[in-house]
T-cell receptor, first 115, second 116 residues
């Protein structure tokens, strides 16, 4: 069975500061993929970053990086130099066992950036 | 290139009514999926398709039907709407990829459905 846990329902960060959003996961698959999506108030789902379970390095995409600790089964999202536009819901997800690139989502973290 | 499009954006139904949520993609993606998003929860998979003529159930399929006659379109049908189906519905598509590659899903803008 798959499980994604995001324990922070809401987070606040000062503009220009860095913030870490937590995600832990559980799966019996030896090979898996982990994703982060952003959902602003307008509602669309925006892909941010991907980490493969066998990737040697932590993924980075601009101001987003993924702190992947395989032994601890954690895949935390780090946003550097927060901007007001980063205020949104953030979802951690993993590739579902159904295949077809389907995703299994966590419950999300609402990030608010304070000016 | 419009990506993934969904219609309508908003819909209000009465209990027992039927309707079809439309989804189309112009990226020639093999895979298409439907999710629902309820307050305080992440997206949950309803149905998905790996190609024209092939569909399968996801985590929460009850009350929904799908079919896929073309690569581009993947409609979701509610045969007899219930208040429990009040939700935001997202359609997504992706290329057929090898497990482990970053074949991410592209999401449509969503349909907000209210069943009274």
């Amino acid at each position: 069975a798959q499980k994604i846990t995001q324990t922070q329902p809401g987070m606040f960060v000062q503009e220009k500061e860095a913030v870490t959003l937590d995600c832990t996961y559980d799966t019996s698959d030896p090979s898996y993929g982990l994703f982060w999506y952003k959902q602003p108030s307008s509602g669309e789902m925006i892909f941010l970053i991907y980490q493969g379970s066998y990737d040697q390095q932590n993924a980075t995409e601009g101001r987003y990086s993924l702190n992947f600790q395989k032994a601890r089964k954690s895949a935390n999202l780090v946003i550097s130099a927060s901007q007001l536009g980063d205020s949104a819901m953030y979802f951690c997800a993993m590739r579902a066992t159904t295949g077809a690139n389907n995703l299994f989502f966590g419950t999300g973290t609402r990030l608010t950036v304070i000016p | 290139n419009a990506g993934v499009t969904q219609t309508p954006k908003f819909q209000v139904l009465k209990t027992g009514q039927s309707m079809t949520l439309q989804c189309a993609q112009d990226m020639n993606h093999e895979y298409m999926s439907w999710y629902r998003q309820d307050p305080g929860m992440g997206l949950r998979l309803i149905h998905y398709s790996v190609g024209a003529g092939i569909t399968d159930q996801g985590e929460v399929p009850n009350g929904y039907n799908v079919s896929r006659s073309t690569t581009e379109d993947f409609p979701l049908r509610l045969l007899s709407a219930a208040p429990s189906q009040t939700s935001v519905y997202f359609c997504a598509s992706s290329y057929a990829g090898v497990a482990g590659r970053t074949d991410t899903q592209y999401f449509g803008p969503g349909t907000r459905l209210t069943v009274l």
